[in-house]
């Protein structure tokens, strides 16, 4: 099966930023939907944001990172990016592209397929 391709991530200071990149090629796209969720050891995984280009482009956002992500969708070459801003420690995590039957709430319910991850890591 296809999988999308992350890059972008790293290690940042406090307040910092980092843009994530994703390459999400054939069956690895979704027009309903595609996010990013993130995995951090002993918290599972959690929704982070995802846009629904048949919808025009509506996005959806976690609470935790509301106001400091942005996620977008770049359609003359299909690229996903997630912009992260004033990041925090609790941003730590292993970050996944992924495309989904559909978005809204608890969309990860409806995932279809993920990459392999990138790091991110935030330092105090």
């Known amino acids: 099966q296809v999988q999308p391709v992350e890059s972008g991530g790293g290690s940042v200071q406090a307040g910092g930023s980092l843009r994530l990149s994703c390459v999400p090629s054939g069956s690895a796209y979704n027009n309903n939907c595609m996010g990013w969720f993130r995995e951090a050891p002993g918290k599972g995984r959690e929704e982070v944001a995802a846009?629904?280009?048949?919808?025009?482009?509506?996005?959806f956002y976690s609470d935790s990172v509301k106001g400091r992500f942005t996620i977008s969708h770049d359609n003359a070459n299909n690229m996903l990016y997630l912009q992260m801003n004033s990041l925090k420690p609790d941003d730590t995590a292993m970050y996944y592209c992924a495309a989904a039957g559909t978005c809204g709430d608890s969309w990860l319910r409806y995932l279809q397929v993920w990459g392999r991850g990138t790091q991110v890591t935030v330092y105090s």
């Open positions: 846009i629904s280009p048949i919808w025009l482009g509506r996005t």
